[in-house]
């Protein structure tokens, strides 16, 4: 099971793009990073999965180098409603022990 | 959409209480989980279930218990409630087959032991 280690809190401006960067070292070959966004009050909620180099959606971008040991959310042109805690998971096909790790809180200021 | 109900978003309980939170699932799924969130510490898992009457440890299962006698339904018990039990409990669905790492979870259900 990877054991990921993320910033705990970042803040940023409104328009801007923001990075939140997991690391992972002891990542498996079967590992996939996922995302998760948390709001005050909710359960977190999934936003973005990637196995390696880049995937987008509507929501982000996940970038994930060759050696796989960390990846980095991107949230393009942030705003206030971005404002949430950010946790990375690194999880396998067909196993069910998922271990987040901390999170990081990310404010957005106007 | 996938839906997971959490029966009580706020509980306040007593010490020595015994204590169900409930969490049902409308998607059929499989795997259901129960985390517990603090401040600083993150999502711990509890207990995760697998299929009807099957369940495993998580990381921190001292002190709960937990009961899947439906599919769609996970309860967790606190067989008597202590104060460092106060805590938000997430319940959390996912499909066998799916995503890996995809849950879907509920809002939380915000426990207070007095």
């Known amino acids: 099971l990877a054991k990921t280690t993320q910033p705990i809190s970042m803040d940023s401006y409104e328009g801007q793009e923001v990075n939140i960067t997991c690391s992972h070292n002891n990542i498996a070959t079967n590992d996939y990073i996922t995302w998760y966004q948390q709001f005050p009050s909710q359960g977190p909620r999934f936003i973005i999965q990637?196995?390696?180099t880049k995937v987008t959606n509507e929501v982000a971008s996940l970038f994930i180098p060759a050696d796989r040991k960390s990846s980095t959310l991107s949230l393009p042109r942030v705003s206030l409603s971005d404002t949430a805690v950010y946790y990375c998971l690194g999880a396998q096909l067909g196993t069910y022990k998922y271990i987040f790790g901390t999170g990081t809180r990310l404010k957005v200021l106007a | 959409d996938v839906k997971v109900t959490q029966s009580s978003r706020y509980l306040v309980k007593r010490t020595g209480e015994k204590v169900f939170l409930e969490c049902v699932q409308d998607?059929?799924?499989?795997?259901m989980f129960w985390y517990r969130q603090d401040p600083g510490l993150g999502l711990r898992l509890i207990y995760f279930s697998y299929d009807v009457k099957m369940k495993e440890k998580g990381d921190i299962p001292e002190g709960y218990s937990v009961s899947r006698e439906k599919k769609e339904r996970f309860s967790l018990i606190l067989e008597s409630a202590s104060t460092n039990q106060t805590s938000m409990y997430l319940c959390?669905?996912?499909?066998?087959?799916?995503?890996?790492?995809?849950?879907?979870f509920g809002e939380g259900s915000r426990l207070t032991v007095l």
């Open positions: 959390a669905s996912s499909p066998t087959g799916g995503r890996a790492g995809e849950l879907f």
């Open positions: 990637g196995y390696k």
């Open positions: 998607m059929d799924h499989e795997n």
